[in-house]
């Protein structure tokens, strides 16, 4: 049985992964308008990414026969000034998402909820690899802020990204 503190948490956190992907679409669009596809497919997958971050709460919060109650899902952003600043962006989202996923860890330790706390594990770790992803791309990018030529052979890297569910 869910505790009824960490359920309503873990419904904000689905409401988040779901904004997260949301938010990614809208930067894939935002690249594939500029014409940098291989960009515009590494976020289609960052979205992919998100979706099956929220998909393994909901079916976490089933498994532990709790409700999951979906909400409103809050409009991101369209526009960015450059492909920098949509990085730069992601950089700063993926760092909330983890100051997230650390309340979420410290509120199932204040509720004795030890299945809770060894589920998030995963999402610790995954946290370690998004940032780290998500900050080497960004100084990539700030090397190419002078040269096109650069970026475009950046864009032909990014379109190699395929989604792989990542694994338990
Ligand atoms: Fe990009 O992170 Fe979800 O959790």
Do not use: C
């Not at 999951?68 to 899902?73: Q, R, S």
């Not at 900050?135 to 002078?146: G, Q, V």
């Amino acid at each position: 049985m869910l505790n009824k503190k960490v359920e309503k948490a873990l419904n904000k956190q689905i409401n988040y992964e779901f904004y997260s992907a949301h938010l990614y679409l809208s930067m894939a669009s935002y690249f594939k308008s500029n014409d940098l596809d291989g960009f515009g497919h590494w976020m289609q997958v960052q979205y992919e990414e998100e979706i099956f971050h929220a998909m393994k709460i909901i079916d976490f919060v089933h498994t532990r026969d709790g409700r999951v109650k979906l909400l409103a899902i809050e409009q991101p952003p369209h526009q960015w000034d450059s492909s920098l600043h949509v990085f730069k962006d992601t950089y700063d989202h993926e760092v909330v998402v983890t100051g997230l996923i650390n309340d979420l860890v410290t509120l199932s330790i204040k509720e004795n909820d030890h299945a809770t706390q060894n589920f998030l594990q995963w999402y610790i770790a995954e946290q370690v690899e998004e940032e780290a992803n998500v900050k080497s791309i960004k100084s990539k990018l700030k090397l190419a802020a002078e040269s096109t030529v650069t970026l475009l052979m950046l864009d032909q890297e990014m379109a190699k990204r395929v989604f792989v569910p990542p694994q338990d």
